[in-house]
């Protein structure tokens, strides 16, 4: 044996020790550089899989001896393999209603290309649909570094409903789209503005100010699938996070996404034991005002722990509450406008839900993007506390972008986490433009990591942010935008060990299954993915484009490129005929 290898084997091997072949293994991936992430640098050469879970990891030698007549054998050929990823923050039930009716430009990285894509979308899309782009993309991906204009959308796309969504900030609607809502000079909005001409006709700019309100609105009006489609979408949406190298999401609820009634195409699913991406989910408040109410019966309805996929532990589960658990404390990081200050009441509100949340053991998230939100929830946190003691309740921060040390050390004694996602890789030049330039890392991911906090790498997709992962590892590894602007000082860029962890064991606290999920070692569920290149050594700049090229969720093959074609699980054709989805397919890293 090769002695560099033996001494990279050995550590990961010590489980395969005293295998027999009582333990006949279900699936065995031989031939890889499999990083089993228990600690830096441990690597095996193979592992085995029964029963859901990871049986042993060792030598191909070792891990052999299980082998028997109905194990099934994958060589990954000296590929890398790594632990499934784990997005703790992804829109994951929301997308799968609607990914099969939208045009996704993430990681189209030309203007020219994306407005080609939009204008042949068009073409095949029926009367009375909308084509529709709702977010993960930015103007500094693409090689012009510029939005397209309402003119060349016109130009593109004159005849049918055309709604394009730009971050939290700015939505786009053609001529047609601003015809068939009705908009005209006397529509208004609350928190935003529909832009006029000189003459006082919509010029289909919509602007945020400063929440997502409007956007949120206007896309609302657009037309949804049916349902039979929404159940393809899911599944189509699923397969694609699969491709991606995604095994686990942590969804975050969202607006416009009801409990139970927008849920039930997704809870079909899981109860077929058809869902591929073990999913976790809180529940979202809805109506200002209301958000007590809701909670009250929700209550009524789940509780942490219920899992409904049948053939996945914690396959399909509910988490707890939040990240929106009053509008009162929203946030939102539209750094396009100013700093939004909460109102007089937030206090209260925040306060009565959480006093029912810890009375009754509900885990919670809550969504703050700055310091001077995350000292008003802090306050509310620890006055409830001291009155109804936490006493280990799983809890945490979204986002975070500005919290201080002393905030942190705030979190760190009640007992809670971060979970970090990659906003600042799409809106990092817009921050620096309203702020101006940072030299303190936002979000301070390795302040965290120094005070061991427990911290989870995600990416907020699908519309502020790409649903794609390796673009958010890429921003770790490297502190830069899409634009490839760099905002981080070289002291608080991440290791690729440390990113990757993140992604896999770290985002697994916000679903209290850090001991069961995000390395490959015994007794953890079998969730694993083949790369095509090696994450550990390849070119940097390449890693935002990664994706999977065997992917294994509960032991089982979920998704298999075309290195690893015999394998690949069958999905029902993409549904409507007329899907972007069935043309370009997701994620634009092809």
Avoid: C
Avoid at 31 to 58: C, W
Avoid at 86 to 108: C, F, K, P, Q, T
Avoid at 305 to 319: R, S
């Amino acid at each position: 044996m090769n002695p560099v290898f033996t001494r990279l084997v050995l550590p990961a091997a010590l489980s395969a020790a005293f295998l027999t072949p009582a333990l006949a293994a279900d699936l065995i991936i031989t031939n890889g550089k499999v990083a089993t992430m228990v600690k830096e640098g441990s690597f095996a050469q193979a592992v085995a899989m029964k029963d859901g879970k990871i049986e042993a990891v060792g030598s191909n030698a070792q891990i052999l001896k299980l082998k028997q007549a109905n194990t099934q054998v994958i060589d990954a050929g000296g590929r890398t393999v790594i632990p499934g990823l784990n997005d703790s923050h992804l829109h994951v039930i929301r997308e799968g209603l609607n990914y099969n009716a939208e045009l996704r430009w993430d990681g189209v990285t030309s203007l020219k290309k994306a407005m080609e894509m939009l204008k042949e979308q068009a073409a095949r899309t029926p009367e009375g649909a909308w084509i529709k782009v709702v977010g993960g993309w930015n103007e500094f991906q693409f090689e012009e570094k510029r939005l397209p204009t309402l003119e060349e959308i016109n130009a593109a796309v004159p005849d049918k409903p055309v709604f394009l969504l730009y971050l939290y900030g700015l939505g786009f609607l053609n001529q047609k789209g601003i015809e068939t809502l009705g908009y005209n000079k006397d529509t208004k909005f609350k928190d935003g503005v529909v832009e006029l001409d000189a003459q006082g006709k919509p010029t289909g700019k919509l602007i945020a100010k400063p929440n997502a309100l409007i956007l949120y609105t206007t896309l609302a009006k657009t037309n949804v699938l049916p349902r039979d489609q929404q159940l393809n979408s899911t599944l189509h949406y699923y397969r694609e996070l699969n491709r991606l190298g995604v095994t686990s999401a942590i969804d975050a609820g969202g607006g416009g996404q009801n409990f139970p009634d927008d849920y039930g195409v997704s809870v079909e699913l899981a109860k077929d034991g058809k869902l591929t991406v073990r999913t976790s989910y809180y529940l979202f408040a809805q109506k200002p005002g209301k958000e007590l109410e809701d909670y009250q019966r929700w209550l009524t309805l789940t509780k942490p722990d219920t899992n409904q996929h049948m053939f996945y532990a914690n396959g399909y589960t509910t988490e707890g509450a939040g990240e929106n658990l009053v509008w009162s404390a929203a946030d939102f990081e539209n750094f396009l406008e100013p700093r939004p200050d909460m109102p007089e009441q937030m206090e209260g509100e925040l306060e009565a839900v959480l006093r029912l949340l810890v009375k009754n053991r509900w885990p919670f998230r809550i969504h703050a993007t700055y310091g001077e939100s995350i000292d008003r929830d802090l306050a509310v946190i620890e006055k409830v506390n001291k009155e109804m003691p936490l006493k280990g309740l799983r809890w945490f921060f979204d986002h975070a972008e500005t919290i201080s040390d002393a905030q942190l050390a705030r979190v760190k004694a009640l007992g809670g986490g971060i979970a970090v996602q990659d906003r600042m890789h799409f809106q990092g030049e817009h921050y620096w433009k309203q702020y101006g330039a940072q030299t303190r890392q936002m979000p301070p991911i390795r302040k965290m990591l120094e005070m061991k906090l427990p911290v989870g790498l995600g990416t907020d997709g699908t519309r502020v942010s790409s649903y794609g992962p390796w673009p958010s590892v890429y921003w770790a590894v490297t502190g830069k935008t899409a634009g490839g602007l760099s905002l981080w000082q070289p002291k608080d860029i991440l290791s690729r060990y440390e990113a990757l962890k993140l992604m896999t064991s770290g985002s697994a606290w916000m679903s209290g299954e850090e001991k069961v999920k995000g390395t490959l070692a015994k007794g953890q569920y079998a969730d694993l993915v083949i790369l095509p290149q090696d994450y550990f050594s390849m070119p940097v700049e390449q890693i935002k484009n990664l994706e999977s090229a065997l992917t294994v969720v509960n032991g089982r093959v979920v998704y298999a490129g075309k290195d690893f074609a015999q394998y690949a699980q069958p999905l029902p054709e993409v549904a409507p005929e007329w899907s972007p989805v069935k043309h370009y397919g997701g994620y634009q890293n092809k």
